[in-house]
Nanobody, 119 residues
């Protein structure tokens, strides 16, 4: 399994960014896919996890972020709108994610892409 993120960068508060993730070594029928983020000095936070059954979003991004995939291209996307400075973090594309024990977990992680939101 390989996950390679792109699309991070600098955005202003209220703006938008779209992250992309090139997935290989599996199909979206095999594993759920999603996104985590980690800000400096904080634990990694599960942002979203999408499977054939359901899609989860953290309360902190609900209504602002959407997750989508292109099965033909093996791409996963995270559209981030109405960005806030507290959204600044390294964002990781993940595969084989699940919600257990009150939090999101994942087996496979990409290398991450930095998102910085200025106020």
């Amino acid at each position: 399994v390989q996950l390679v993120e792109s699309g991070g960068g600098l955005a202003q508060a209220g703006g938008s960014l779209r992250l992309s993730c090139a997935a290989s070594g599996f199909t979206f029928d095999d594993y759920s896919i999603g996104w985590f983020r980690q800000a400096p000095g904080k634990e990694a936070e599960g942002v979203s996890c999408s499977s054939e059954i359901s899609t989860y979003f953290a309360d902190s991004v609900k209504g602002r972020f959407t997750i989508s995939s292109d099965n033909d291209k093996n791409m996963v996307y995270l559209q981030m709108n109405s960005l806030k400075p507290e959204d600044s973090a390294v964002y990781y594309c993940v595969a084989d994610c699940s919600f257990r024990g009150g939090r999101l977990w994942s087996t496979y992680w990409g290398q991450g892409t930095q998102v910085t939101v200025s106020s």
